[in-house]
Structure formats: structure tokens, C-alpha cells
């Protein structure tokens, strides 16, 4: 199934120096796993091409189910000498979050945890 990672997700962005970082957390640790087979470092520079001078890097953080992107600029692209109307590179959150992406989702997380509210012993 394609979806928009706004509708999964939500995303940080910060700087430091001549880098860009977004975190990306999805709402349900159940997409942890999709969001790992989907967001590849290389669909995020893609996405991305106009702001990324160079490799992404993603960074895994299995315990928090979180994905880090650490995304180069051009060297003389740093906060205090960018032309972009964006200069800490903040709106890069919003950006990535209207990637679509194709996961594949055995048991929609929302339809799952309805399940077990219903279920007897459940939650609800």
C-alpha cells in the first residue's frame, strides 16, 4: 500500500553546521518496521535533492523506533551564508513527511489495536 508519511509519522529537523538532521517517528511502533524497509537513505536524498549536497545517512534507533537522517549541504550552504529562505534547514520535517512511500503492512497497526480493545481481556 502507498502511503504519505504525514499520515504515519512525525518529524524534527535541526542543523549544526553544514548538516541537517530529521527524525522520524512514526504515531504506531507497529510501522517501525515498514518505515525501516521504505525510507532508504536514498529515497530521503531523492526526495530531498534540492537542499542534500551529498550521501544520506540513516541511523536506526530500534529501542526508540525512530529513524535519524543526517543529511549533507553544500559547504558554503551553513546557516550563516544560505541563500534559502530556510536557512536552519527546520521545514526539511515537513518536507519528508510528503514523501509517499509503498509499505507493506501485514495487519494495519489502528486495526490491530482495535482488535485487542475488542478482544475479551482486552483493553476496552
Known sequence: MRVRLY??????????G??????????DPAWYPALCAAVTP????AHLADRVAGPVVRHRLNN???LIFVCPRAPE??????LHLDAHGKSLSSALLELEVEVEVEVEPE??????????????
Do not use: C, F, M, Q
Open 18 to 27: 553544514n548538516l541537517n538532521t530529521i527524525s522520524l517517528i512514526p504515531y
Open 77 to 82: 550552504d551553513t546557516v550563516t551564508t544560505s
Open 64 to 66: 526508540l523506533a525512530a
Open 111 to 124: 486495526a490491530e489495536a482495535e482488535a485487542a480493545a475488542e478482544a475479551p481481556g482486552g483493553l476496552g
Open 7 to 16: 499520515d504515519v509519522a512525525h518529524a524534527r529537523a535541526g542543523d549544526k
Open 42 to 45: 536514498e529515497a530521503v536524498a
